[in-house]
T-cell receptor
């Protein structure tokens, strides 16, 4: 059971560089999410998707873009990386049942220097 | 809008004792769910327990129980018989049963279990 798989696990970027964080799930979940976690803080929602072709902004979307061309994949794109984007990024998924928990990936630790 | 407040940045507990981690929430949604997640130092998010807003009884999962007081908008996590492996960050979160269904997280409580 793979669950939610994120790659890479670690990455260092220079200011102004771009990258894509990959996320894939094999549970046929409709809902997928991207969160960021700054040191010592809770998780904040960046973007979410309720199904293939449908995405929307969360609390902190600036500097990021997403796409959802398939049910399985939900990549997060960072354009023009800034030091403020240094964080741990979590991808998560869930189905539509009310009491269904979110399944989280193992996270990507990103540093922008 | 939803808001979760965890007022205890850090807590200490002796091994084998019980501990309560506080969580209050605010929402205008009539139907919602409350979750607790554990985040050990390795960083993964581990689901612990769920409470629905219309559930009549408090949720329990092994050593974890959720003290749900709807009128006070509180959803405290009780861990009984603490173990050294319980040392971690604990996050309270809520999710409306309509709309985007994303979890809104609190800032967390760091629990340290002492031998």
């Amino acid at each position: 059971n793979a669950g939610v798989t994120q790659t890479p696990k670690f990455r260092i970027l220079k200011i102004g560089q771009s990258m894509t964080l990959q996320c894939t799930q094999d549970m046929n979940h409709n809902y997928m999410y991207w969160y960021r976690q700054d040191p010592g803080m809770g998780l904040k929602l960046i973007y979410y998707s309720v199904g293939a072709g449908i995405t929307d902004k969360g609390e902190v979307p600036n500097g990021y873009n997403v796409s959802r061309s398939t049910t399985e994949d939900f990549p997060l794109r960072l354009e023009l990386a800034a030091p403020s984007q240094t964080s741990v990024y979590f991808c998560a998924s869930s189905n539509t049942v009310e009491n269904e928990k979110l399944f989280f990936g193992s996270g990507t630790q990103l540093s922008v220097l | 809008a939803q808001k979760i407040t965890q007022t205890q940045p850090g807590m200490f507990v002796q091994e084998k004792e019980a501990v309560t981690l506080d969580c209050t929430y605010d929402t205008s949604d009539p139907s919602y769910g409350l979750f607790w997640y554990k985040q050990p130092s390795s960083g993964e998010m581990i689901f612990l327990i769920y409470q629905g807003s219309y559930d009549q009884q408090n949720a329990t999962e092994g050593r974890y129980s959720l003290n749900f007081q709807k009128a006070r908008k509180s959803a405290n996590l009780v861990i009984s018989a603490s173990q050294l492996g319980d040392s971690a960050m604990y996050f309270c979160a809520m999710r409306a049963h309509t709309g985007r269904r994303a979890l809104t997280f609190g800032s967390g409580t760091r629990l340290q279990v002492q031998p």
